[in-house]
């Protein structure tokens, strides 16, 4: 019986302790693919792979690991949001603004941002194989 109890307790433990500390809210979610606007949004995690997100209000929203392979963030507003370890990969994001955005670990594959504002971001270990960065505006304060 001790055995039993002991085994279970092991394992629910591992079983919490892996689980992602943050987790995306379903109703932010929801609330940004129908109006477009989610600033200062809990959206880490968030599998929004291919969504449409022209002109988007993501300003200081958390994209912590977010999937956002092939989303359309033209003109979407990113203004200090937390993209750490997120997927852009095939992102399209012209005329963005990423200013102060935090895209450590991210992973910009094939991504085009055409006249994107990266004043102040933070590209640490970024992944910019076969991206476009054309006409960005950088300022030389990209960390």
């Known amino acids: 019986m001790k055995l039993e109890i002991l085994a279970t307790t092991a394992l629910l433990s591992t079983i919490a302790l892996t689980a992602p500390a943050q987790a995306a809210n379903p109703q932010h979610v929801r609330q940004l693919l129908t109006t477009r606007s989610c600033a200062g949004c809990n959206l880490a995690g968030a599998n929004l792979q291919q ?22 963030l033209e003109g979407a507003d990113l203004t200090g949001a937390n993209l750490k370890g997120a997927n852009l990969s095939e992102v399209f994001a012209s005329d963005a603004s990423l200013s102060g955005t935090n895209l450590t670990n991210v992973k910009l594959i094939n991504a085009e941002l055409h006249n994107a504002d990266l004043e102040g971001a933070i590209l640490a270990n970024a992944d910019l194989r076969g991206a476009i960065v054309y006409g960005a505006l950088y300022g030389g304060n990209v960390r």
Do not use: C, P, Q
């Open 51 to 72: 969504a449409h997100l022209i002109g988007a209000d993501l300003r200081n929203a958390n994209l912590t690991g977010a999937n956002l392979k092939a989303a359309n």
